[in-house]
């Protein structure tokens, strides 16, 4: 079975699919062939260890660890303390079987999600969230699904303020509000709802659950390699003498 996890946010989610293994990068499985097992969702458990999750989830579903042939997380951009617990569970029940662990990029999740629901909405959606540093991260649906690299190369920033002399200027918020004030424009999704919904009144917020996660990793558009998408450099501070 797949098992798949999404702690981005808030609210943790994680899915178990009736599937041996993932398709290769590019290749999809038939939703009619797949079938999910158990989904449960904790409005309050988006940081700290995940296996409590997990352990529900494969209770309710009658299942046990060793059941478990294919792992899929979401890998950001959000909370860094959940996704990095999700991965480390993760990585600690695939390890032992020999199984990859593939990320999925969460604001792809979330547009994927509203996607299903709206089929018709304009494209392209897009998902903000707040990326500190007075910076926003936007991530825009593409037309083509299979260039999606689940990396922060599929993120692009936006400035709150200007750039200081020798930074490279970054394109300012503005232009995002502009288009979420246009009532003809794509829905535009916010992934951090109490931060920017004064920014973007408008917006809605987003919704990236283990479902989305699964769905993804099974139409083959996940990166094998499950790491954190970081939007800023690491920071390290000096060691204390």
Same mark, same amino acid.
């Given at each position: ?8 946010? *808030?609210? @943790? %989610? ?14 999809? &499985? ?45 890998? =950001?951009?959000?909370?860094? %303390? ?26 792809? @999740? ?5 996607? %299903?629901?709206?089929? =018709? ?12 540093? %007075? ?19 599929? &993120? ?7 750039? *200081? ?8 918020? @503005? ?9 003809? @424009? ?56």
């Amino acid at each position: 079975m797949l098992l798949a996890i999404e702690r981005s946010a *808030k609210a @943790a %989610s994680a899915a178990l699919y009736e599937v041996d293994a993932l398709p290769p990068v590019g290749h999809a &499985i038939s939703p009619d062939l797949v079938r999910c097992r158990a989904f449960l969702q904790d409005e309050a458990d988006g940081c700290g260890d995940a296996y409590p999750l997990v352990e529900r989830l494969l209770h309710q579903a009658n299942a046990t660890p060793d059941d478990l042939s294919a792992f899929a997380v979401g890998v =950001g951009p959000g909370s860094f %303390s959940g996704i990095r617990a999700a991965l480390a569970l993760l990585r600690g029940l695939a390890a032992p079987r020999h199984i990859p662990v593939v990320g999925v990029n969460s604001a792809a @999740a979330a547009a994927y999600a509203y996607r %299903s629901a709206n089929p =018709g909405a304009p494209r392209p959606i897009r998902v903000l969230g707040d990326a500190r540093h %007075s910076h926003i991260w936007c991530f825009t649906e593409p037309d083509d699904p299979t260039s999606l690299v689940h990396t922060a190369q599929d &993120i692009r920033l936006y400035s709150r303020t200007e750039a *200081k002399p020798g930074q490279d200027p970054l394109p300012p918020v @503005a232009e995002l509000t502009a288009l979420a004030q246009n009532p003809d @424009a794509a829905p535009i999704l916010l992934a951090d709802p109490v931060r920017l919904a004064p920014l973007f009144p408008q917006a809605l917020p987003a919704h990236a659950d283990a479902n989305g996660i699964a769905a993804l990793a099974l139409a083959g558009l996940y990166n094998p390699n499950a790491d954190p998408i970081y939007l800023h450099p690491a920071v390290f501070g000096a060691p204390s003498p």
